[in-house]
Each structure stands twice: as structure tokens, then as C-alpha cells.
């Protein structure tokens, strides 16, 4: 913009419109609750629990939060472009899926990102602790960071944060709350004595 020209109205709205980016949208009643599903044309940027512990992070805006129009995201209710994700999660929580095939568009930092690659490296049916992730992403000491970034993760279920566990073999914090974390365990079959305390 030239210092001192004005723009009109419409084409300020015609420069937003350029610079949001659309994501497809959906929601998907699982045997945990319900999910909101959202992915750009790269893959699955967010899968969100609708019912969130305080504090949550979300892709979602909050309508009584004009603000959250500075993401730079809007969405597009598209059942159709997310047929190949819900086709996927129900296989999961039917018991017949241990990996996801479809693609992912995470977003993060770099630490975040490693965090989050270390946890698609869990095997199904097994799990870690923040410390062994920590040793994974080459922090041996950064367990609390390894912590927030599971905290930040955008892709529960798929990014599985909930395989990680304490370093005494219990369980702990979960976005979703520890009953659905224990759920995810238990349908995977990582779900030990020790972990059921």
C-alpha cells in the first residue's frame, strides 16, 4: 500500500479473502466424544476434542473473540472432503486400524514438529514416557518442553499423545481428559495393571 492512498471497503475484503486460508471441516461423533476435523488440501491440519480441558489449544475460532479473524483461517463444513479421514477413525475405533494412511499438515515449531514426529513413532499398542520422547528429539533433559509440545499437539488420536505416560508407568495429563485417554489405551491394548491406577 502507497503511504497516504486509501483502499475501499471492498478491496480490503478482497485482500482478507486472499491472505485466509480455507480449511476443510468436519465433525465426527466418535466413541470418545465428539471431534472436530479439519485439514487444508496437504492433509489433516486438526483434530480437536469438542469438549476441551481448560487451556486447550484450538485451530477453532471463538465467535465471542474477534480476534481469532487474525489467524488467517476460515472453514468450510465439506463432508465429502473428509470422507477419507472419518473412513479411517472408525476403522481405528472399530478395532481395525493400528496406523493412519491419509496425510498430515502439522504445524508447529521446530521442536514441536520433532516432538510430534517422535510420537508418530509409537507403535500402536505401546507407550512412552515424556523422558523417552525427550531422549528421541536429542533433549534428554527437556521432559517439561516435550510436555507442552504434546499439549500443542493439533492432531489427537493420530498424533498419538496419548501413548505417552508418566515415568513411574502411570497415567497423566490428557487434552481430552484422562477417561479418554485411558479409552484410546485400553482399545489399543496398552493398557497395563499399572497404567489402570
Not at 7 to 35: D, K, N, Q, R, Y
Not at 40 to 50: M, R
Not at 101 to 108: E, K, V
Request: aromatic share 8%; net charge neutral; hydrophobic share 45%.
Amino acid at each position: 500500500m502507497v503511504m497516504g492512498a486509501q483502499w475501499t471497503i471492498g478491496e480490503l475484503a478482497a485482500t482478507a479473502e486472499i491472505l485466509m486460508e480455507t480449511l476443510h471441516s468436519t465433525m465426527f461423533t466418535s466413541p470418545v466424544g465428539p471431534l472436530f476435523l479439519a485439514a487444508s488440501d496437504q492433509g489433516l491440519v486438526a483434530l480437536e476434542f469438542d469438549a476441551r480441558m481448560p487451556g486447550q489449544q484450538t485451530i477453532r475460532p471463538n465467535p465471542r473473540d474477534l480476534r481469532a479473524e487474525a489467524k488467517g483461517v476460515q472453514f468450510a463444513e465439506s463432508a465429502g472432503a473428509m470422507r477419507a479421514y472419518v473412513r479411517e477413525l472408525d476403522e481405528y475405533f472399530a478395532g481395525k486400524r493400528r496406523e493412519f494412511s491419509f496425510p498430515l499438515d502439522l504445524r508447529g515449531t521446530d521442536f514441536q514438529l520433532a516432538c510430534w514426529r517422535a510420537l508418530l513413532a509409537i507403535p500402536y499398542g505401546e507407550t512412552r514416557s515424556y523422558g523417552e520422547i525427550a531422549r528421541a528429539v536429542g533433549k534428554p533433559q527437556a521432559f517439561r518442553a516435550v510436555g507442552m509440545a504434546n499439549n500443542r499437539n493439533p492432531v489427537a488420536i493420530v498424533v498419538p499423545c496419548h501413548r505417552v505416560i508418566a515415568s513411574n508407568g502411570t497415567l497423566c495429563g490428557y487434552g481430552g481428559g484422562l477417561d479418554v485417554k485411558r479409552k484410546l489405551l485400553e482399545l489399543e491394548g496398552a493398557l497395563t495393571g499399572t497404567l489402570a491406577a
